[in-house]
């Protein structure tokens, strides 16, 4: 089955501690994107990529950063200077213009 | 600032009726619409779009009605029924999304009473 698989589903980070969110796709998507979904709030958008080894910074990458060696990852790393990295971090891809996002089933982050 | 609103936090509607979602926004350069469904937990699921050259665009019991004058788009769902509840984001893009960035309104909750 194609889809976006994230991983893992529940996360937990300590204090000063990096951690990284997987995102796998096999639908053959150039464009991946993060975004971060807080209580009562859309999504913001995190980074995103058109291409392999090409990403930009969203609307709110402070904090994060990402990397895009494969067409089919796009793993996001929440660094130690992001002040409040508890949210749900949602994963996506789209083929090109015109064409809807297609979303991961996200990944929980709290802080221990 | 807010390009997308959502004005409307939740709304309760009866099974069998219709439930009308509604989504504001002030870039004149969105020309691509989207609405997604979410879930608890669960990645949003894309539902139905709309791109400025048209006014309306319908999918089974779903409908997005789109107005550009007034800069206004909503989303009508009929029948109504209990599996439809759940939050509704409104989504946009300039240039079919040229640029590849959607921007979300905040949801609206939708409850579907039996």
């Known amino acids: 089955d194609g889809g976006i698989t994230q991983s893992p589903k529940y996360l937990f980070r300590k204090e000063g501690q990096n951690v990284t969110l997987s995102c796998e796709q096999n639908?053959?998507?150039?464009?991946m994107y993060w975004y971060r979904q807080d209580p009562g709030q859309g999504l913001r958008l995190i980074y995103y990529?058109?291409?392999?080894?090409?990403?930009q910074k969203g609307d709110i990458a402070e904090g994060y950063s990402v990397s895009r060696e494969k067409k089919e990852s796009f793993p996001l790393t929440v660094t130690s200077a992001q002040k409040n990295p508890t949210a749900f971090y949602l994963c996506?891809?789209?083929?090109?213009?015109?064409?809807?996002?297609?979303f991961g089933d996200g990944t929980r982050l709290s802080i221990l | 600032d807010q390009q997308v609103k959502q004005n409307s936090p939740s709304l309760s509607v009866q099974e069998g009726r219709i439930s009308i979602l509604n989504c504001d926004y002030t870039?004149?350069?969105?020309?691509?619409f989207l609405w997604y469904k979410k879930y608890p937990a669960e990645g949003p699921t894309f539902l139905i779009s709309?791109?400025?050259?048209?006014d309306k665009n319908e999918d089974g019991r779903f409908t997005v009605f789109l107005n550009k004058s007034a800069k206004h788009l909503s989303l009508h769902i009929v029948p109504s029924q209990p599996g439809d509840s759940a939050v509704y984001f409104c989504?946009?893009?300039?240039?079919?999304?040229?640029?590849?960035?959607?921007?979300f309104g905040k949801g609206t909750l939708l409850t579907v009473n039996p």
């Open positions: 996506a891809s789209r083929v090109g213009a015109y064409q809807p996002q297609h």
């Open positions: 870039n004149s350069m969105f020309d691509y």
């Open positions: 709309i791109s400025s050259i048209k």
């Open positions: 639908l053959n998507h150039d464009a």
């Open positions: 990529s058109q291409i392999v080894n090409d990403f």
């Open positions: 989504a946009a893009t300039p240039s079919g999304g040229s640029n590849y960035k959607l921007t």
